[in-house]
């Protein structure tokens, strides 16, 4: 069994959080799977970044905007491979070029190519909790590129595709998928079931809580996604390819 596990801005935004989501990726190594995480910048990181590039330029270097905006994902990264070193459990940071994430060079918007899967089997072969740095990868010369923003759910989307995961775990700052924007509208009510055309429908009607390439992606590589909250043990809600639903 291998669980893909991604956490969001949010779920990553102190480092009390991190250590909650050290503890719920060590519950899922200890149920006896292997265990791969993929974190988010800390909540507002990566717009920090953006307004320090545009302190100079509004349109800067793409080459050096990507080796700025990646650095975010990698401080969650390390944080929390040391959180769960110290709490006992061999862990790993991976930044997309060491997790093997090719792409193209478009930078601040890159397309993943390819991705060697090589050194992340080693380690899940080696018992470790191998923690990436979402949002990344590299081009063919060796620069850091960004997949666009809310780029590290594609980034969890492709690596459970490439590893052949059971499960893609997208945990962020609600229940699951709603109807409709749950912090706008109380009203809207959570989904346990949604097929990868309909979570589709919902992303272009602007549903963030899924990045709609991430769903695209899943959807080609028929990756089991499920969206659930790092806060509570509610079930998420279920993206998959069954069409289940009338009430959207
Ligand atoms: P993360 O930082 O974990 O990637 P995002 O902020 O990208 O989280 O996405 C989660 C947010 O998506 C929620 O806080 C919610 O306000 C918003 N959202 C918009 N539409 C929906 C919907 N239909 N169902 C659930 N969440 C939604
Ligand atoms: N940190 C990036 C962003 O804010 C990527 C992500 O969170 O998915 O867009
Ligand atoms: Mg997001």
Redesign the pocket.
Known sequence: MLIVQ??????VGTLERIENVAARAIEAKKSGADVVVVV?AM?GVTNQLVEYAEHYTKAPDGVAMDMLLSSGERVTCALLTIALINLGYPAVGLSGRLAGIITDSVHTKARIEAIDTKRMKEELKAGKIVVVAGFQGIDEKGDATTLGR?G??LSAVAIAGALNADLCE???????????????EPK?K??DKISYDEMLE?AS???????NRSVELAKKLNVNLV?RS?FNHNEG?LITKEESMEAV
């Open positions: 991604k956490y969001g801005g949010t779920s988010s909540s809310g590290s759910d997208i945990y962020t700052d609600v229940d699951g998928v709603y109807t409709t924007d749950p912090r706008i809207a959570k989904l919902l009607l602007g549903a963030k809580v899924l990045q969206t790092s809600t």
